[in-house]
């Protein structure tokens, strides 16, 4: 399957913990992008491969990866976390591309 | 600043065409792969296509075949010529481009214009 599932929304209040996990077989062979996405905005990555975050994204986000299974934490949620997050991956057939579901998190 | 500004979306009557155009500045379209990602409106993001810096060309199972992916290296600019268009293709039509130094089977798309509406309806 080339699906990459996501909880639809999660909440977390603020200054806590947030994890974001992601589903997927394509994630047995390849790392997992991390996109944030704002209303009416474009996405924006905010981690990417074993353990890389653009410059400019707050050291708060961090990734990991186990199995079929890849998350975003957000370590000392922000108001400004508050966003849609979708996971990104190459799929398992290697020629396609899929994002997942994607997942609402609202910062109480 | 790298900047990706993505053109031709509109109202197009289904069973139409339009080409999409995303021009690159700051970053170079030949080095480099390149994606067109949509999004419907109220859903989620969905990749359509990839064009590698080689020119191997891949696409989403709902596009392919109607679709196509190519670039002009004279003009620094990616193209998603669409075709049959239908009305499950209206969405907003985001091209993004890769961070430097990661590799195509990371996705880590870093570079993102600010999409272009595609409403396909009669």
């Known amino acids: 399957s080339s699906e990459l599932t996501q909880d639809p929304a999660v909440s977390v209040a603020l200054g806590q913990t947030v994890r974001i996990t992601c589903q997927g077989d394509?994630?047995?062979?390849?790392?997992a992008s991390w996109f944030q996405q704002k209303p009416g905005q474009a996405p924006v990555l905010v981690f990417y491969?074993?353990?890389n975050r653009p410059s400019g994204i707050p050291d708060r986000f961090s990734g990991s990866n186990s199995g079929n299974t890849a998350s975003l934490t957000v370590t000392g949620a922000q108001a400004e976390d508050e966003a849609d997050y979708y996971c990104?991956?190459?799929?398992?057939?290697?020629?396609?591309?899929?994002f997942g579901t994607g997942t609402k998190v609202t910062v109480l | 600043e790298v900047q990706l500004v993505e053109s031709g979306g509109g109202l197009i009557q289904p069973g139409g065409s339009l080409r999409l155009s995303c021009a690159a500045s700051?970053?170079?379209?030949?080095?480099?792969?390149m994606s067109w990602v949509r999004q419907a409106p109220g859903k989620g993001l969905q990749w359509v296509a990839f064009?590698?810096?080689?020119?191997?060309?891949y696409y989403a199972d709902s596009v392919k075949g109607r679709f196509t992916i190519s670039r002009d290296f004279s003009m620094n600019t990616v193209f998603l010529q669409m075709n049959s268009l239908r009305a499950d293709d209206t969405a907003v039509y985001f091209c993004?481009?890769?961070?430097?130094?990661?590799?195509?089977?990371?996705?880590?798309?870093?570079?993102w214009g600010q999409g272009t509406l595609v409403t396909v309806s009669s």
């Open positions: 993004a481009g890769p961070i430097e130094d990661s590799p195509p089977t990371f996705g880590a798309l870093g570079y």
């Open positions: 700051e970053f170079t379209v030949r080095n480099n792969y």
């Open positions: 064009i590698y810096s080689g020119g191997a060309t």
């Open positions: 394509s994630l047995r062979s390849y790392y």
């Open positions: 491969g074993m353990n």
């Open positions: 990104h991956s190459r799929a398992s057939s290697g020629d396609h591309y899929v």
